[in-house]
């Protein structure tokens, strides 16, 4: 058994010495041992035929190869912040080069990788040796999103009515990252909760920490907030008259920081009167009636407490 390439062959060989002048008289001898022929104990090598004179011996051989490996290459499964620059020398255990030991880790390369997209990805390595002998092995790149500034905050905020998750940390990565499902989250659906913190990623994503009153709940995506002005609810009342039980102000919309206010029930001396309302709208910042006098004059909108 032998490699054909950048192989030494070790074998006995038998010659014919010419030198005698009586041809019947030509004794075969045999050469020294090739001192490589330990490596080769075992391995069949036949001599088809062969010639040879003073000066030089011509050798046929037959034989059958077999594979010597060479590279010892071992990587293991490595992670990667998202947009952060791959070296495959970063997941390389070993690299050797078995027959120098020569460490051949700075030559190994490796199949393209998307550090853009964030997930698991099979990257395949290879290094070849100065005899050109080569070595492939694969391994895993988990991409994970990268936190890239973070601001405190304290502000509100409406959680929309569609399924969304809660999650432990800013979701960066695919894992046991989830809270809370949409099972859990029922009860903070269209209610207003507080931000205390809010974390961008280099994948353009946000996430808000949020708190439920004193309660903390998670972190969430900004796709499931809406702001508070944004209407929840609107119920058409047709005319009802009801009476107004303390002093609040009126306004030209339902209640938003735009909001413009047209004086307050008092000013109007509506104070414990009646009055006619005609819708109720309900947003992040409560519930209010647009409201008129009885006699039909258009006051403003006015919030739920003023009247119930």
Known sequence: RFNTKNAQLPFYVQYQDRTSTNAASYTPKMSAQSSLIAQMTGSPVTFESFSGNSDYINAQIQGYTESIKTINLKVKNITLNYGATFKP????????????????????KATALNTKKVGTQTVTYSVVDPRGHKSTVTGKVTVKDAVVSTTKMNTKKVVKNKTISIYKNPYLTYGNNLLAGTTKTKNIKLKVITIKERKKTAKKRTYYLIYNGSKKIGWIADSALQDRSVTIKKTNIKNKTVMTKKNYTLYDRAYTTKAKKRGTLSSKKLLKKNVRIVYKTKNGYGTYYKVYTVKGKYLGWVNYSAIY
Do not use: E, P, Y
Not at 91 to 108: L, R
């Open 89 to 108: 020398s970063a997941a390389v255990v070993t690299a050797t080069d078995t027959m120098t030991n020569k460490n051949m880790t700075s030559s190994v």
